[in-house]
């Protein structure tokens, strides 16, 4: 039961060019809304986040959307750079207590 | 490095046999996670402590699973007469007192079953 999904399992991009990356998720009962960066061989970082009471929030070259009404949320990437490029997850908060739900991740490939 | 620390970071061994895997925290944190990963998935959640308290625990942490946090620092996690299935990359998080919304990960413990 995947209640976080990320349909596209890769995504190439130009460099300088938008990223958009695609989460939806199925339970109204998630609160707070994550990014997350891998590299391989290391454990997952940090990006972004989005509490539900807010449709968008930003830091720097990084911005996430967040639609409720559609369970859906994306992160913008604007201008991609080759050292984006890694697997990015989606993850969401239960409001019920500290367990987070991960999407399958998006792996990036941003092109020189 | 104050990062979280997972050890052994690569553990190798034959089904039916015990393995048990530490994590050490970032020094303030007091909730500490434990995730599975397996090849083409997201992390899963495994259980969650605060302090030494294990407070959530998944339906996939079966009975040979078992997790600890005894003085409220470190934590193990120990899988017992292990199975090929068990096989997975077992990550480990920490946050601080206090909601961030950001988990700390650790590189890793990556187990192979043979």
């Known amino acids: 039961d995947q209640q976080v999904k990320q349909n596209s399992p890769s995504l190439s991009v130009q460099e300088g060019r938008i990223s958009i990356l695609n989460c939806d998720y199925t339970?109204?009962?998630?609160?707070?809304f994550l990014w997350y960066k891998k590299y391989p061989a290391e454990g997952p970082t940090f990006l972004i986040s989005?509490?539900?009471?807010?449709d968008k929030n930003e830091d720097g070259r990084f911005t996430v959307f967040l639609n409720k009404s559609a369970k859906h949320l994306s992160l913008h990437i604007v201008p991609s750079q080759p050292g984006d490029s890694a697997v990015y997850f989606c993850?969401?908060?239960?409001?019920?207590?500290?367990?987070?739900?991960f999407g399958t991740g998006t792996s990036l490939t941003v092109i020189p | 490095d104050t990062g979280v620390s997972q050890d052994p970071r690569h553990k190798i061994t034959k089904r039916g046999q015990n393995v048990t895997f530490r994590c050490d925290p970032i020094?303030?944190?007091?909730?500490l996670y434990w995730y599975r990963q397996t090849l083409g998935q997201g992390p899963e959640f495994l259980t969650y402590?605060?302090?030494?308290?294990?407070?959530?625990k998944s339906r996939l942490l079966s009975d040979r699973f078992s997790a600890e946090r005894p003085k409220g620092s470190f934590s193990t996690l120990e899988i017992q007469r292990t199975e090929q299935g068990d096989s997975a990359m077992y990550l480990c998080?920490?946050?601080?007192?206090?909601?961030?919304?950001?988990?700390?990960f650790g590189e890793g413990s990556r187990l192979t079953v043979l």
């Open positions: 402590f605060q302090n030494e308290a294990q407070l959530e």
């Open positions: 998080a920490s946050s601080p007192r206090g909601w961030t919304g950001e988990l700390f």
């Open positions: 339970n109204s009962m998630f609160d707070y």
């Open positions: 993850a969401a908060r239960l409001n019920t207590g500290n367990q987070f739900y």
């Open positions: 020094s303030e944190h007091n909730r």
């Open positions: 989005i509490s539900s009471i807010k």
